[in-house]
Nanobody, 124 residues
């Protein structure tokens, strides 16, 4: 079973940027897509962005388009989330997840593997 390990979180001031990484432990890793979700304190987990592994198709939730950009490096089995113009409401635990078949990207139940998450705190 693959392990997904996130990194890159931390404390940043509003308006700043962070780049999150998610590395898969397996040498051979071929999901259908990788996604980022986030969960703010006291709130439900929400979908952020997805990228298909083979062709790099990207789907990002509308409210984050223009600020958050997902990318991947297939050779490194790693997916990234570049976050810019961060706001205090972006404070959350950010998780990456892998799915192995097509469908709605924002359906959490379709994701088989999850990372533990990396904490992002945006101060005002």
């Amino acid at each position: 079973q693959v392990q997904l390990v996130e990194s890159g979180g931390g404390l940043v001031q509003a308006g700043g940027s962070l780049r999150l990484s998610c590395a898969a432990s397996l040498r051979t890793f071929s999901p259908y897509a990788m996604s980022w979700f986030r969960q703010a304190p006291g709130k439900e987990r929400e979908f952020v962005s997805a990228i298909t592994w083979r062709d790099g198709y990207i789907y990002t939730t509308d409210s984050l388009k223009g600020r958050f950009t997902i990318s991947r490096d297939n050779a490194k089995n790693t997916v990234y989330l570049q976050m810019t113009s961060l706001k205090p409401e972006d404070t959350a635990n950010y998780h990456c997840a892998a799915r192995y078949y097509s469908g709605r990207f924002d359906t959490e139940a379709d994701y088989h593997d999850w990372g533990q998450g990396t904490q992002v705190i945006v101060s005002s």
